[in-house]
């Protein structure tokens, strides 16, 4: 196996990096799983999936089970043991062939893997991921939570063509969510996004993200580029909740001057088209425990 990859970045990638002005000064980037990462996955009790619907939309879910669902049996594969979810509306565009983004995260120790590539089959309920990229990233704006287990009932999925009053108010409350998007024919990735509460900004069916200084591979925001089209996670970590956003996505690189937020170095809006929201979908409720260093530079709005 070789180390790194050569030539990690799809043309998307390579188009916002050269919009921002800045470059990874390295990518420690490999299409296959060093020993840590490997391991890391088998001792998580839960994950972060995506990949796509029929109409080519990002679609994102969390994956659970007890430590060791997720096995590598060897440096390119990840099998997950995953518990079946009927109500779950992603679950059922999990199937051979499609590509799929995958985030470990470890909220108490604020660490967290990624790996990308195609689910190669489904056999006796388990995924079996066929991994073409793996990397690390930095535990900045990752708050640390603690978690305990809670028994879930499967909830059904609640449509909204539109956010409702409850759905914009988790927004607005949240200092957390994942994003999942896709470059086409480059695969789907599903990365973590932290702020202080209130780091979203929410006017009816639009959201206004910060874009905080990051490792500069620029994987989502590459990603939109090519496709603008993203699907955003909001967990409620207190009381079990799951809203799933997708919207059409316009990235603001110069930033107004009354737009301007603190330790943000660029926008992008998300116009809402759909959402749904899983009361108590989650199988752990999570106490804060403290806010990651990384976000006392940052502001809200």
């Given at each position: ?138 535990p900045q704006y990752i708050h640390v939570r603690e978690a305990h287990a809670v028994p879930v009932s499967d909830p059904v ?145």
């Amino acid at each position: 196996m070789s180390d790194l990859m050569a030539d990690p970045f799809h043309a998307g990638e390579r188009v916002a990096q050269r919009r921002a002005g800045v470059a990874p000064r390295s990518a420690a980037i490999r299409d296959w799983m060093p020993d840590q990462h490997r391991d890391f996955f088998a001792v998580l009790p839960f994950l972060l999936a995506a990949t796509t619907d029929a109409a080519g939309w990002p679609v994102a879910t969390v994956l659970s089970g007890p430590p060791g669902f997720i096995a590598s049996p060897a440096a390119w594969t990840l099998q997950i043991d995953a518990i079946s979810d009927r109500n779950d509306p992603a679950a059922r565009w999990f199937i051979p062939g499609a590509p799929v983004g995958l985030l470990g995260i470890d909220l108490a120790t604020r660490r967290r893997n990624r790996a990308n590539g195609v689910l190669a089959m489904i056999s006796n309920g388990t995924l079996v991921v066929a991994v073409e990229q793996s990397f690390g990233n930095c535990p900045q704006y990752i708050h640390v939570r603690e978690a305990h287990a809670v028994p879930v009932s499967d909830p059904v999925a609640e449509h909204m063509d539109q956010l409702d009053p409850s759905a914009r108010d988790a927004i607005e409350a949240a200092d957390t969510f994942f994003v999942a998007t896709t470059g086409g024919d480059e695969g789907v990735d599903i990365s973590h996004r932290g702020g202080k509460p209130g780091f979203v900004r929410v006017d009816g069916d639009v959201l206004t993200i910060p874009d905080f200084a990051g490792n500069r591979y620029f994987n989502t925001l590459g990603n939109l580029v090519l496709e603008p089209r993203a699907a955003l996670l909001f967990p409620d970590f207190a009381n079990g909740d799951l809203l799933h956003v997708q919207g059409r996505v316009e990235i603001l690189w110069d930033v107004p001057e009354q737009e301007h937020l603190d330790g943000a170095e660029r926008l992008w809006r998300v116009h809402v088209t759909h959402a749904w929201r899983r009361r108590g979908a989650l199988p752990f409720r999570w106490n804060l425990q403290r806010l990651s260093p990384g976000v006392a530079r940052t502001g809200i709005w």
